[in-house]
């Protein structure tokens, strides 16, 4: 089976989880400024959120441009990876109406490293199929950044119940950690510019 339809299936629901959570963000009554303050817990936790939607997608277009072909396997490992994506607008939107409180920053987390997680079975299920000499494989390498963000989650979620502040500070922390270009799938497509 080809990528496209994957990947178009793939891009359709992210585009439609994005629209989701924007459309949690209620307009305020009033033309005033202040009248967004109130507002700050919702639009801070949709901008986190949109931002790690963001760094999913850009990554799983790499990860599934660097693979050849798309098994039964994968289909099924990506829909595994979707339906933790899914549930982020879910726990955004909790966790931004009650002002970060503990029980939604956590669930957040667990949102955040169940997708992790699946990311990861999806990543392992296409090096499997295509080979540990694979362009994937090779990209990947030894995946530090993939190592060290459910770690990051696995703290930040017991954190949300002693200072929740933390536990934002740390998933903001990951995000930042892949904010910066992963350029190793890139650099091991054949078409790829040399490196200066």
Same mark, same amino acid.
């Given at each position: 089976?080809?990528?496209?339809?994957?990947?178009?299936?793939?891009?359709?629901?992210?585009?439609?989880?994005?629209?989701?959570?924007?459309?949690?963000?209620?307009?305020?009554?009033?033309?005033?400024?202040?009248?967004?303050?109130?507002?700050?817990?919702?639009?801070?936790?949709? &901008? #986190?959120?949109?931002? $790690?939607?963001?760094?999913?997608?850009?990554?799983?277009?790499?990860?599934?441009?660097?693979?050849?072909?798309?098994?039964?396997?994968?289909?099924?490992?990506?829909?595994? #990876?979707?339906?933790?994506?899914?549930? &982020?607008?879910?726990?955004?939107?909790?966790?931004?109406?009650?002002?970060?409180?503990?029980?939604?920053?956590?669930? $957040?987390?667990?949102?955040? @490293?169940?997708?992790?997680?699946?990311?990861?079975?999806?990543?392992?299920?296409?090096?499997?199929?295509?080979?540990?000499?694979?362009?994937?494989?090779?990209?990947?390498?030894?995946? @530090?950044?993939?190592?060290?963000?459910?770690?990051?989650?696995?703290?930040?979620?017991?954190?949300?119940? &002693?200072?929740?502040?933390?536990?934002?500070?740390? $998933?903001?922390?990951?995000?930042?950690?892949?904010? &910066?270009?992963?350029?190793?799938?890139?650099?091991? #497509?054949?078409?790829?510019?040399?490196?200066?």
């Amino acid at each position: 089976m080809g990528k496209d339809r994957l990947e178009a299936f793939s891009d359709g629901v992210i585009a439609i989880i994005i629209t989701i959570m924007v459309l949690e963000l209620k307009v305020p009554h009033g033309a005033e400024v202040r009248s967004l303050a109130p507002l700050w817990p919702v639009f801070s936790s949709y &901008v #986190l959120s949109f931002i $790690y939607i963001g760094i999913y997608w850009n990554n799983h277009h790499h990860m599934l441009h660097a693979s050849k072909r798309v098994t039964g396997a994968i289909l099924w490992a990506n829909l595994h #990876l979707l339906f933790w994506l899914s549930l &982020v607008p879910f726990v955004t939107g909790w966790m931004g109406e009650n002002h970060f409180a503990a029980g939604p920053t956590a669930l $957040y987390g667990v949102i955040l @490293l169940m997708a992790a997680i699946a990311y990861w079975i999806l990543q392992r299920t296409i090096i499997t199929s295509e080979g540990s000499r694979s362009l994937l494989a090779a990209a990947v390498g030894r995946d @530090l950044k993939g190592k060290i963000s459910p770690l990051i989650y696995a703290i930040a979620v017991p954190m949300a119940f &002693v200072q929740e502040w933390i536990a934002c500070a740390l $998933y903001a922390l990951v995000a930042l950690i892949w904010l &910066v270009p992963d350029r190793r799938i890139e650099q091991k #497509l054949p078409d790829a510019p040399a490196s200066a």
